[in-house]
T-cell receptor, first 111, second 118 residues
Framework: QKEVEQDPGPLSVPEGAIVSLNCTYS??????FMWYRQYSRKGPELLMY????GNKEDGRFTAQVDKSSKYISLFIRDSQPSDSATYLC???????????FGTGTSLTVIP | DAGITQSPRHKVTETGTPVTLRCHQT?????MYWYRQDPGHGLRLIHY???????DKGEVSDGYSVSRSKTEDFLLTLESATSSQTSVYFC?????????????????FGAGTRLSVL
């Protein structure tokens, strides 16, 4: 079983829709949770990170962590064509020496 | 790209030749990582370093070696390149300080090196 599971999609939504991206994980030691956005032929760009459980909001983006269910989510409100990218989740423990990634979800926002 | 420079950005080489990729950071972060990214596999860790001359293997280290002689530089070497090593290679850095909520155990990535082995 992989440490982190992420539905690869692809996901296609109309402009203005609310997008929900999700990852599940198996290691209860994970405490730091990250979401990266990766445009085609570019490096992953850190979008949001959270520590332990709870929600974090930044503009149109909300990251949510449910440690009891080992489930994290990224919500994108009022999605824009510029949000079209691959979204990667990542996580690590308190020692933070190795990071574990989902395989990424490809998102297309249609104008 | 958070003060991370990868070079070269693109390289085409022949099977059996040695190849060295360079990662340079200006953030003075302790940890540096090399990943490869392939369709269907996502990001896979090759090697990482937790300090000068301190390195460890990752998930897919066979055929690769690394060196870190200075905090700011982390080199990845393919001793004898094979076609299966055709990939996009990313360097990442992390502060990875231990344990409090204020500790920033998060990674920042370079722009990548696209390597083709013919």
């Amino acid at each position: 079983q992989k440490e982190v599971e992420q539905d690869p999609g692809p996901l296609s939504v109309p402009e203005g829709a609310i997008v929900s991206l999700n990852c599940t994980y198996s290691n209860s030691a994970f405490q730091y949770f990250m979401w990266y956005r990766q445009y085609s032929r570019k490096g992953p760009e850190l979008l949001m990170y959270t520590y332990s459980s709870g929600n974090k909001e930044d503009g149109r983006f909300t990251a949510q962590v449910d440690k009891s269910s080992k489930y994290i989510s990224l919500f994108i409100r009022d999605s824009q064509p510029s949000d079209s990218a691959t979204y990667l989740c990542a996580m690590t423990s308190n020692t933070g020496n190795q990071f574990y990634f989902g395989t990424g979800t490809s998102l297309t926002v249609i104008p | 790209d958070a003060g991370i420079t990868q070079s070269p950005r693109h390289k085409v080489t022949e099977t059996g030749t040695p190849v060295t990729l360079r990662c340079h950071q200006t953030e003075n972060h302790r940890y540096m990582y090399w990943y490869r990214q392939d369709p269907g596999h996502g990001l896979r860790l090759i090697h990482y370093s937790y300090g000068v001359k301190d390195t460890d293997k990752g998930e897919v280290s066979d055929g690769y070696s690394v060196s870190r002689s200075k905090t700011e530089d982390f080199l990845l070497t393919l001793e004898s390149a094979t076609s299966s090593q055709t990939s996009v290679y990313f360097c990442a850095i992390s502060e990875s300080s231990r344990g409090t909520p204020l500790a920033k155990n998060i990674q920042y990535f370079g722009a990548g090196t696209r390597l083709s082995v013919l």
